[in-house]
């Protein structure tokens, strides 16, 4: 957690986590994704056929680490470092046992574009692998859904005129807000598993000057899938209807994951790695801390959860092993 990792600034801490990784014994590599920065895979010398993941990056800005009695603070305390160094403690307790059919990846980018996802995705190892464990916070229960994520911009073009003569001008900002407010209106799918679709206005910018009429706007959104994203597209594209430029960002589809019984579950709202791992077996998604601390100020982790999410990922990974390639005992 000392080493500051936000998206596009990994390089260092996967440098670090492979050299640590190595001298547990690992086979590693460092899967460049774009310059400086890599995804690190480490195996054992057997089949993989379960792998513990999770990402490197986190958001800015960088919050050094602290401790007291009962909690880890800091940037990457529950997303998503605390979640490497249960999964490294878990793996580890797991050989020792003698369980060897183990590899791990860790990603660049989940933050953002999940670039390092969609590398890992045409790797090797992903064909041996039967089951991902994935790792975000979500207090330890076992995730058997999440929703999917579009992200996109609306562009909006203007005429820029004065401020004392509006007439001779067209405002773009007004243009966009007429655009915004018919987006928060509309009526957005609900699911019986995901729950219902949100959308969020995440930046809004435009204009040069107050006693400038703004000749151009932009927005981004960020909308949170239950329901496959063509749908979504046609409902804002309808919505929208020509009135602004639409450019989109990236699309991740809502996610159904494997359930093992014994283990309390829950359907997340939020969107991992997991869509762009579809080369790596039956996904499941488990982590200590709350998603309601990540991207927080006061980012933190109990010790007690880190504590129960070794012994989660031990039993899980002990139960996937237990059965064959079918799925069946």
């Known amino acids: 957690?000392?080493?500051?990792?936000?998206?596009?600034?990994?390089?260092?801490?996967?440098?670090?986590?492979?050299?640590?990784?190595?001298?547990?014994?690992?086979?590693?590599?460092?899967?460049?994704?774009?310059?400086?920065?890599?995804?690190?895979?480490?195996?054992?010398?057997?089949?993989?056929?379960?792998?513990?993941?999770?990402?490197?990056?986190?958001v800015p800005p960088h919050i050094a680490p602290s401790e007291d009695a009962t909690h880890i603070r800091g940037r990457g305390a529950c997303d998503a470092k605390g979640i490497i160094a249960a999964q490294l403690t878990a793996a580890e307790r797991l050989r020792e046992e003698g369980v060897e059919e183990l590899g791990l990846l860790y990603t660049v980018d989940e933050e953002l574009g999940s670039l390092g996802a969609r590398a890992?995705?045409?790797?090797?190892?992903?064909?041996?692998?039967?089951?991902?464990?994935?790792?975000?916070?979500?207090?330890?229960?076992?995730?058997?859904?999440?929703?999917?994520?579009?992200?996109?911009?609306?562009?909006?073009?203007?005429?820029?005129?004065?401020?004392?003569?509006?007439?001779?001008?067209?405002?773009?900002?007004?243009?966009?807000?007429?655009?915004?407010?018919?987006?928060?209106?509309?009526?957005?799918?609900?699911?019986?598993?995901?729950?219902?679709?949100?959308?969020?206005?995440?930046?809004?910018?435009?204009?040069?000057?107050?006693?400038?009429?703004?000749?151009?706007?932009?927005?981004?959104?960020?909308?949170?899938?239950?329901?496959?994203?063509?749908?979504?597209?046609?409902?804002?594209?309808?919505?929208v209807a020509g009135r602004a430029r639409v450019e989109y960002m990236s699309a991740a589809e809502p996610v159904r994951m494997h359930a093992v019984e014994g283990f309390e579950q829950e359907v997340v709202r939020f969107t991992t790695d997991i869509p762009y791992l579809s080369s790596w077996g039956k996904p499941l998604l488990l982590g200590p801390g709350s998603i309601l601390d990540a991207h927080t100020d006061g980012e933190r982790v109990s010790k007690r959860e880190l504590e129960e999410a070794v012994e989660f990922y031990v039993r899980l990974v002990k139960s996937l092993l237990s059965k064959d390639v079918g799925g069946r005992e």
């Open 120 to 239: 890992a995705n045409a790797h090797a190892l992903g064909q041996e692998c039967e089951y991902l464990i994935n790792g975000e916070p979500t207090e330890n229960r076992l995730a058997v859904g999440s929703k999917g994520s579009l992200r996109l911009k609306l562009l909006t073009d203007g005429r820029a005129a004065h401020s004392a003569y509006p007439e001779n001008g067209e405002s773009a900002i007004e243009k966009m807000l007429d655009v915004l407010a018919d987006l928060r209106a509309a009526e957005w799918p609900r699911d019986e598993f995901f729950g219902e679709t949100t959308c969020n206005v995440g930046t809004l910018q435009g204009g040069t000057r107050p006693n400038v009429i703004p000749a151009g706007a932009e927005a981004q959104l960020q909308i949170r899938l239950v329901t496959p994203s063509a749908d979504i597209r046609e409902i804002l594209e309808k919505v």
């Open 1 to 58: 957690m000392g080493i500051p990792s936000p998206s596009g600034e990994e390089g260092e801490v996967g440098r670090f986590l492979a050299s640590y990784l190595e001298g547990l014994g690992y086979q590693v590599e460092l899967q460049e994704v774009a310059p400086g920065r890599a995804n690190v895979l480490a195996r054992t010398r057997a089949r993989a056929r379960v792998v513990l993941s999770t990402h490197m990056d986190t």
